[in-house]
């Protein structure tokens, strides 16, 4: 199949590193090659605000877990600056370095969810969560329940939070077991072959349906409501990610 990403199976550190390899791009920095994000970030953007409805009202308290380097926390942050919002930054000291500071942001240097002074000074207090393209390094650095049940804690009464970006091998094969799938395997590979596609494998150390559903379930059994969505047909890899979006009533 294609899609192959020489980012592929980062952790914690390593983006420390990356964040400080001054050859590499800003998209690099975050674990993707140029083509798969240069040119896109307006689009993912805009898919992002039209999720986090609060987003777009004003004086909220907003919560960014791994933003990263590139155009996304700049907008975000360009965003938050026009909507009077209050904006923090959860990522290591070498990524937050790469952002621009403002009084309205306040930066915290850590692995989530091991933020104590984070978690405790925002508990119930923050209207919107966002987590994008992060989930996927959280099953290799974390305990996953507990960087789900941390960051429910810390939502406000009618709070949004949006795990974006969600590789799920499950979609992902079906996509490639499809026609449409083929088509789009042999195009970006210019290949004849089709993709190898294996269903009702366990793949370790990937997020799969069963994985995506487990945290719709544990969002749930806490009182949030959660919902999978599909992404913008417009986003680059929308064919084989995915969003989750929980509520707080």
Request: proline residues 5%; glycine residues 4%.
């Amino acid at each position: 199949m294609s899609d192959n990403n020489p980012f592929a199976n980062l952790n914690y550190e390593d983006f420390k590193r990356l964040a400080r390899d001054q050859a590499l791009s800003k998209y690099e920095r975050i674990g993707f090659p140029d083509a798969y994000r240069k040119g896109a970030e307006e689009a993912i953007f805009a898919d992002i605000c039209a999720k986090l409805s609060s987003l777009n009202q004003s004086g909220k308290v907003v919560l960014d877990i791994g933003p990263g380097c590139s155009d996304l926390p700049l907008m975000l942050i360009e965003l938050c600056r026009a909507h009077g919002h209050v904006l923090h930054l959860v990522d290591s000291e070498e990524m937050l370095a790469l952002l621009p500071d403002a009084p309205f942001v306040t930066k915290a240097a850590g692995l989530f969810p091991n933020c104590a002074e984070v978690n405790e000074s925002l508990r119930s207090r923050v209207d919107v969560i966002l987590c994008y393209s992060v989930l996927h390094y959280v099953l290799i650095d974390t305990a996953f329940f507990r960087f789900l049940d941390t960051a429910l804690s810390l939502l406000a009464p009618g709070g949004q939070m949006l795990i974006g970006d969600i590789p799920n091998i499950s979609k992902r094969k079906r996509f490639f077991a499809s026609e449409n799938g083929v088509r789009f395997h042999q195009a970006f590979m210019n290949t004849s072959e089709r993709p190898e596609v294996a269903f009702n494998r366990i793949e370790h150390d990937q997020i799969d349906d069963s994985v995506v559903f487990s945290l719709l379930q544990r969002a749930r059994a806490q009182g949030f409501d959660a919902y999978v969505l599909p992404q913008s047909a417009e986003l680059p890899m929308a064919n084989r990610r995915e969003d989750i979006l929980i509520v707080r009533p």
